[in-house]
């Protein structure tokens, strides 16, 4: 495996000559090399067993004393590279906004979006990815510039800068989009230090339902309007663990913050009270809140008690911006400082928001990465310390963040949820699928809060069900649906999660569903502890016009091969699949289904609790024996079995329940009325 480039031109824009292309750059031994006056540069290919990592190193002469030219602020550097192999398909996941990105699916390098970071690629052999990476100053975006070329865009956002060192891409090429997105992120990691998700722990609170605040009040929330709220969840019996109070409780004037403590008007005693109460009288057990990476906004009110409290951590920066210091150790300081004020006050975790506008505070000022990082590593050894690591990530999904953070675990993976866009859940559905596949390699996604009265409620529910993150809600106050929630948890509020990110099926990678046809989001889980591997295929129809595909355990990267049983959780009913086979789909326009693939043992295979989305995942724990298998449920509710030899004997807790049996072509279903675990044994026919 080797990525061959046939040519590059290397164009530098300098802040007193401007824009101009280095003159014969020369193809030395694995890379390219460019010699002028004063100026040299050269880009190394450095070939791997699994990767090809792309470095370039570029050194401006600069007099001692005397006036010099160096790089520009605004694409100081870029290249265009002719590739060989080129991809036949490609999806771009773009930064559309300086925090998110979404899919774009093209054919030709020239097609690519500006700012874009990490390239699925199909080709005629195989499959590919190219990663764009963050670097010690400098960071790497593609961008369609020349045709037939793929072109770089090298950037610190500062001026001046009078050379660097810097590695720009790795590329990979596998059997499938899954395993080179893997084999990129690996070799990401070892390159710039960032930590691959296989080494972080998942925060345990959000293994529990949640509540956030936002669609329910956006900034206008007060003590009244959460203390409603945490009543109105008691009385209805919606067993949320946590709560995440949203912008509007800061002290602030406009968008600048004023005061560490709570806006007095809107809380006039604190958190302290209003939370001990709240997880006195019902299931909270965390209250967590909002800020952004700046403290607020638009960072700390200059002159304020904020500002006079913290000085010694705060910087100031070109613009005039006052924010949390870019060094691990001095704006440690300030969010050690917050977090120790929020814990006295009852705070037990932080979503902090607005953190690839790092690049945006610091333009000019600190070079993009640098400033990213030591702000990542003050913001964490804080949340460490004071939070336990209780820390969602959010707005940072530029490469400099993705790469620059130390450790923590929890990313937001998409855009806001939107409940009065008409078209919302279409781009909230696309950007969750086609992020996850290379943002779950370094980060547990977080799918974002949804609506459980909404007209898509059902689609949001069944997106968290395999999301594989937390699944929390933020409804107005009063519209709270707990049926709509109970098929994603057992009734103490644990979330039925499954292994990782819900990603695209192989087939859904590269054509776009809003053009052509259905969606597949694909995961796994146990069959119970210790238990064979099912899957889930979620599959949507966002084309507009009816659509027909097919599901199969194919369809699932990470499923091994084998005989499923293919259960439709809308209709009740189910297929055996021989391995290869599949069951034809068709949905309506804006259709939707779930399939769950449920692995066959002896000819037999355990469906789950049916009431739950991923229904396997209702098994605590299950194992076959001479006669047939047992299984204990984590809770009751109607369990269901594909026995196609037939049931001699049933017992629930001990109790005959054969006669009780409902069946249909091999489907048998049991009543399990207890709330707690449910021990069900099943003899066989012979």
Same mark, same amino acid.
């Given at each position: 495996?080797?990525?061959?480039?046939?040519?590059?031109?290397?164009?530098?824009?300098?802040?007193?000559?401007?824009?101009?292309?280095?003159?014969?750059?020369?193809?030395?031994?694995?890379?390219?090399?460019?010699?002028?006056?004063?100026?040299?540069?050269?880009?190394?290919?450095? !070939?791997?067993?699994?990767?090809?990592?792309?470095?370039?190193?570029?050194?401006?002469?600069? $007099?001692?004393?005397?006036?010099?030219?160096?790089?520009?602020?605004?694409?100081?550097? /870029?290249?265009?590279?002719?590739? &060989?192999?080129?991809?036949?398909?490609?999806?771009?996941?773009?930064?559309?906004?300086?925090?998110?990105?979404?899919?774009?699916?093209?054919?030709?390098?020239?097609?690519?979006?500006?700012?874009?970071?990490?390239?699925?690629?199909?080709?005629?052999?195989?499959?590919?990815?190219?990663? +764009?990476?963050?670097?010690?100053?400098?960071?790497?975006?593609?961008?369609?510039?020349?045709?037939?070329?793929?072109?770089?865009?090298?950037?610190?956002?500062?001026?001046?800068?009078?050379? +660097?060192?810097?590695?720009?891409?790795?590329?990979?090429?596998?059997?499938?989009? *899954?395993?080179?997105?893997?084999?990129?992120?690996?070799?990401?990691?070892?390159?710039?230090?960032? =930590?691959?998700?296989?080494?972080?722990?998942?925060?345990?609170?959000?293994?529990?339902?949640?509540?956030?605040?936002?669609?329910?009040?956006?900034?206008?929330?007060?003590?009244?309007?959460?203390?409603?709220?945490?009543?109105?969840?008691?009385?209805?019996?919606?067993?949320?663990?946590?709560?995440?109070?949203?912008?509007?409780?800061?002290?602030?004037?406009? !968008?600048?913050?004023?005061?560490?403590?709570?806006?007095?008007?809107?809380?006039?005693?604190?958190?302290?009270?209003?939370?001990?109460?709240?997880?006195?009288?019902?299931?909270? &057990?965390?209250?967590?809140?909002?800020?952004?990476?700046?403290?607020?906004?638009?960072?700390?009110?200059?002159?304020?008690?904020?500002?006079?409290?913290?000085?010694?951590?705060?910087?100031?920066?070109?613009?005039?911006?006052?924010?949390?210091?870019?060094?691990?150790?001095?704006?440690?300081?300030? *969010?050690?400082?917050?977090?120790?004020?929020?814990?006295?006050?009852?705070?037990?975790?932080?979503?902090?928001?607005?953190?690839?506008?790092?690049?945006?505070?610091?333009?000019?000022?600190?070079?993009?990465?640098?400033?990213?990082?030591?702000?990542?590593?003050?913001?964490?050894?804080?949340?460490?310390?004071?939070?336990?690591?209780?820390?969602?990530?959010?707005?940072?999904?530029?490469?400099?963040?993705?790469?620059?953070?130390?450790?923590?675990?929890?990313?937001?993976?998409?855009?806001?949820?939107?409940?009065?866009?008409?078209?919302?859940?279409?781009?909230?559905?696309?950007?969750?699928?086609?992020?996850?596949?290379?943002?779950?390699?370094?980060? *547990?996604?977080?799918?974002?809060?949804?609506?459980?009265?909404?007209?898509?409620?059902?689609?949001?529910?069944?997106?968290?069900?395999?999301?594989?993150?937390?699944?929390?809600?933020?409804?107005?106050?009063?519209?709270?649906?707990?049926?709509?929630?109970?098929?994603?948890? /057992?009734?103490?509020?644990?979330?039925?999660?499954?292994?990782?990110?819900?990603?695209?099926?192989? &087939?859904?990678?590269?054509?776009?569903?809003?053009?052509?046809?259905?969606?597949?989001?694909?995961?796994?889980?146990?069959?119970?502890?210790?238990?064979?591997?099912?899957?889930?295929?979620?599959?949507?129809?966002?084309?507009?016009?009816?659509?027909?595909?097919?599901?199969?355990?194919?369809?699932?990267?990470?499923?091994?091969?084998?005989?499923? *049983?293919?259960?439709?959780?809308?209709?009740?009913?189910? @297929?055996?699949?021989?391995?290869?086979?599949?069951?034809?789909?068709?949905? &309506?326009?804006?259709?939707?289904?779930?399939?769950?693939?449920?692995?066959?043992?002896?000819?037999?295979?355990?469906?789950?609790?049916?009431?739950?989305?991923?229904?396997?995942?209702?098994?605590?724990?299950?194992?076959?024996?001479?006669?047939?298998?047992?299984?204990?449920?984590?809770?009751?509710? /109607?369990?269901?079995?594909?026995?196609?030899?037939? =049931?001699?004997?049933?017992?629930?807790?001990?109790?005959?329940?054969?006669?009780?049996?409902?069946?249909?072509?091999?489907?048998?279903? @049991?009543?399990?009325?207890? $709330?707690?675990?449910?021990?069900?044994?099943?003899?066989?026919?012979?």
């Amino acid at each position: 495996m080797r990525l061959e480039i046939e040519n590059a031109k290397i164009i530098l824009n300098r802040q007193k000559s401007g824009r101009f292309e280095l003159a014969d750059v020369k193809k030395e031994g694995d890379g390219f090399t460019a010699r002028q006056e004063g100026i040299s540069a050269r880009l190394e290919l450095e !070939q791997t067993k699994d990767c090809v990592l792309g470095r370039l190193a570029l050194s401006l002469d600069n $007099e001692s004393c005397r006036e010099n030219d160096n790089l520009a602020l605004t694409d100081p550097v /870029t290249l265009c590279l002719e590739t &060989d192999p080129k991809p036949v398909r490609m999806t771009a996941l773009y930064l559309h906004r300086d925090w998110w990105t979404r899919p774009a699916f093209v054919t030709k390098w020239e097609e690519l979006p500006e700012r874009t970071q990490c390239v699925y690629l199909e080709y005629e052999d195989g499959y590919g990815c190219l990663m +764009l990476l963050a670097g010690k100053d400098f960071k790497t975006n593609a961008k369609g510039l020349e045709p037939g070329k793929l072109c770089l865009n090298v950037t610190a956002y500062r001026g001046g800068q009078s050379g +660097l060192r810097e590695p720009l891409f790795v590329w990979a090429k596998a059997g499938s989009v *899954y395993e080179a997105v893997h084999a990129c992120a690996m070799a990401a990691a070892k390159e710039t230090g960032a =930590v691959p998700k296989e080494n972080k722990e998942y925060p345990p609170i959000f293994d529990y339902l949640g509540w956030c605040s936002w669609d329910a009040f956006y900034t206008d929330i007060s003590e009244e309007k959460v203390r409603e709220k945490a009543k109105e969840l008691k009385e209805k019996n919606v067993p949320v663990r946590w709560m995440l109070l949203d912008d509007g409780w800061q002290s602030v004037h406009g !968008q600048l913050m004023y005061d560490l403590m709570p806006e007095k008007e809107k809380f006039p005693e604190g958190f302290a009270k209003m939370i001990r109460e709240i997880k006195e009288g019902g299931s909270v &057990d965390y209250v967590g809140v909002w800020h952004a990476m700046g403290g607020y906004w638009g960072g700390i009110e200059p002159g304020s008690r904020a500002h006079l409290q913290q000085a010694d951590h705060l910087y100031e920066t070109s613009s005039g911006k006052l924010l949390p210091y870019p060094d691990a150790k001095k704006g440690y300081g300030f *969010y050690r400082d917050w977090y120790e004020m929020l814990r006295r006050e009852g705070i037990d975790f932080v979503k902090v928001d607005g953190q690839s506008a790092v690049k945006n505070y610091y333009e000019n000022d600190i070079p993009v990465c640098r400033a990213a990082r030591e702000t990542h590593k003050a913001l964490e050894g804080a949340a460490g310390a004071y939070m336990g690591g209780r820390l969602i990530n959010c707005m940072g999904m530029s490469m400099e963040n993705i790469l620059g953070r130390q450790g923590s675990a929890l990313s937001r993976n998409s855009d806001d949820f939107l409940p009065n866009e008409p078209h919302g859940f279409t781009e909230h559905l696309l950007q969750n699928a086609y992020n996850a596949v290379y943002h779950d390699e370094f980060y *547990y996604c977080d799918w974002d809060m949804f609506w459980t009265f909404h007209a898509d409620a059902k689609k949001h529910a069944l997106l968290r069900a395999v999301s594989g993150g937390p699944v929390y809600f933020s409804d107005r106050i009063g519209d709270t649906d707990r049926t709509a929630l109970c098929p994603l948890m /057992t009734r103490d509020g644990k979330i039925l999660r499954m292994d990782r990110a819900a990603k695209p099926s192989p &087939d859904s990678l590269f054509r776009d569903p809003v053009k052509e046809g259905l969606i597949k989001l694909t995961n796994t889980a146990s069959c119970g502890q210790g238990g064979p591997l099912g899957g889930a295929v979620l599959v949507y129809n966002v084309s507009g016009k009816p659509a027909s595909s097919f599901v199969g355990a194919g369809d699932v990267y990470d499923l091994p091969a084998g005989p499923y *049983y293919c259960y439709e959780w809308e209709t009740g009913r189910g @297929v055996l699949l021989k391995e290869g086979e599949t069951l034809p789909v068709g949905l &309506d326009a804006d259709g939707f289904a779930l399939y769950l693939l449920v692995p066959v043992t002896k000819g037999a295979a355990l469906v789950g609790l049916t009431d739950k989305y991923v229904s396997f995942l209702g098994i605590d724990r299950a194992q076959r024996t001479e006669k047939g298998f047992w299984a204990v449920t984590k809770e009751g509710g /109607t369990f269901a079995f594909y026995c196609p030899n037939g =049931v001699k004997r049933c017992l629930v807790n001990g109790k005959d329940v054969t006669a009780e049996l409902q069946e249909a072509d091999g489907l048998y279903r @049991v009543s399990c009325k207890e $709330e707690g675990e449910t021990m069900i044994l099943v003899e066989e026919e012979e």
